[in-house]
């Protein structure tokens, strides 16, 4: 779906348009393969990342633009700055049910991008009738847990061993849920 444009104010009080991106693959490329060099916290590796291309991202972009996901991205002077992503699944018995992506430009942490992408996305899911929202974290992401819990996820199972980090280093996954 293509979301209604909101400006919001971030705590440095700077004006953050979030909107659902256009079909701009290489924009899009150039945001994944920057937060997949500041972060190993994303799931594709270094190398992987290197794999995909403006046209993926496109498709990537067109699959929410066309239909019931929603795609949110936060743009300041005209750069995007970060992207929140609720996946709704199209079979009934799990319609209900939205999973949760986010990041930001490193440049951008701590300035509250997250916070207003998750209200942005709240709003939205529970116009297109989501209840539940579930998401998932490498355990020693400590940053993204801290902004889930503000934002009222709270910690429901744990898969043990469930990622390699890039390192080859095997780490738990924690799942977290909200009710809308
Ligand atoms: C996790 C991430 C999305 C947070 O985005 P952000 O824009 O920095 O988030 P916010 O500025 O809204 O901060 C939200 C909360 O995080 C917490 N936080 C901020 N800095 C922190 C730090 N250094 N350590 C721990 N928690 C911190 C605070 O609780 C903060 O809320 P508050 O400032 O109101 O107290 C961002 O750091 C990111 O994209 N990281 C890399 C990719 C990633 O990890 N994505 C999630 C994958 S599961």
């Known amino acids: 779906m293509i979301v209604e444009e909101r400006i919001v104010y971030l705590k440095d009080d700077g004006a953050c348009l979030l909107k659902t991106p256009e ?84 440049k951008a942490w701590g300035n509250g991008v997250g916070t207003k992408l998750f209200e942005a996305v709240f709003e939205e899911a529970k116009r297109a009738s989501v209840s539940v929202l579930h998401l998932e974290h490498f355990a020693d992401n400590v940053r993204a847990h801290a902004l889930y819990e503000k934002v009222g996820f709270v910690t429901c199972g744990i898969f043990r061993g469930g990622v390699k980090k890039s390192d080859g280093t095997i780490s738990d996954v924690v799942l977290m849920e909200r009710a809308l």
């Open 23 to 106: 079909e701009d693959g290489e924009t899009l490329l150039s945001y994944l393969k920057r937060i997949n060099r500041e972060t190993d916290f994303l799931n594709f590796t270094r190398e992987e990342v290197e794999t995909v291309t403006a046209e993926n991202e496109a498709e990537w972009v067109r699959g929410y633009r066309n239909g019931k996901s929603i795609l949110i991205g936060a743009y300041r002077g005209g750069e995007l700055i970060g992207l929140v992503d609720c996946t709704i699944p199209s079979l009934f018995k799990t319609a209900h049910v939205g999973i949760i992506g986010v990041s930001v430009l490193k």
